[in-house]
T-cell receptor, first 113, second 111 residues
Framework: DAGVTQSPTHLIKTRGQQVTLRCSPK?????VSWYQQALGQGPQFIFQ???????QRGNFPDRFSGHQFPNYSSELNVNALLLGDSALYLC????????????FGPGTRLTVL | KQEVTQIPAALSVPEGENLVLNCSFT??????LQWFRQDPGKGLTSLLL?????REQTSGRLNASLDKSSGRSTLYIAASQPGDSATYLC??????????FGKGNQVVVIP
């Protein structure tokens, strides 16, 4: 049983560019949440997708957007990159109908130069 | 505001000693609490999940307690080993189905 997978592993971009990160949830899970973890900090909630719609959103600007596909996989898009967007981006999957354990992927390390 | 605090931020212990990591949260209306392990530059590995109705959970050398009324959880790691060196994160799940994390306890076990 594959766990949560994320791609790419690492990414280097320059300011002003756009980036797309991808996540495949654990088999059987229908909810995907995205978190941003800056160096030395705990992860911060970005948003959550269920039934292909954004259901919850944290305190992040509209430059951060996402999508969920019918197979439950998800994308995180960040436009007009800033130096401060450099972080580890984590994807978590869970079952929507129960407030259960959330499983995390290995993350994507984004560096903005 | 749903805040999670972990103290101490960093600690070092000799191999074989027991580790005690503390987590406190301001809003006691939680659904569950998870402890995670994070190695440098890596993702999060779930260690223990405690439902709001439970007082503790155990897995091998790990034991986590939960006191919802006082907003506290403690992770105990018995007989620490160098391989236990990592950052340990506490996360609380609220009714909005999002996890609120602390900043972590960075642990070094000295051989």
């Amino acid at each position: 049983d594959a766990g949560v997978t994320q791609s790419p592993t690492h990414l280097i971009k320059t300011r002003g560019q756009q980036v797309t990160l991808r996540c495949s949830p654990k088999s059987g899970h229908d909810t995907v949440s995205w978190y941003q973890q800056a160096l030395g900090q705990g992860p911060q909630f970005i948003f959550q997708y269920y039934e292909e719609e954004e259901r919850q959103r944290g305190n992040f600007p509209d430059r951060f957007s996402g999508h969920q596909f019918p197979n439950y996989s998800s994308e995180l898009n960040v436009n007009a990159l800033l130096l401060g967007d450099s972080a580890l981006y984590l994807c978590a999957s869970s079952l929507r109908r129960a407030y259960n354990e959330q499983f995390f992927g290995p993350g994507t390390r984004l560096t903005v130069l | 505001k749903q805040e999670v605090t972990q103290i101490p931020a960093a600690l070092s212990v000799p191999e074989g000693e027991n580790l005690v990591l503390n987590c406190s949260f301001t809003d006691s209306a939680i659904y569950n609490l998870q402890w995670f392990r994070q190695d440098p530059g890596k993702g999060l590995t779930s260690l223990l999940l405690i439902q709001s109705s439970q007082r503790e959970q155990t897995s091998g050398r790990l034991n986590a307690s939960l006191d919802k009324s006082s907003g506290r959880s403690t992770l105990y790691i018995a007989a620490s080993q160098p391989g236990d060196s990592a950052t340990y994160l506490c996360a609380v799940l609220y009714g909005n189905n999002r996890l609120a994390f602390g900043k972590g306890n960075q642990v070094v076990v000295i051989p």
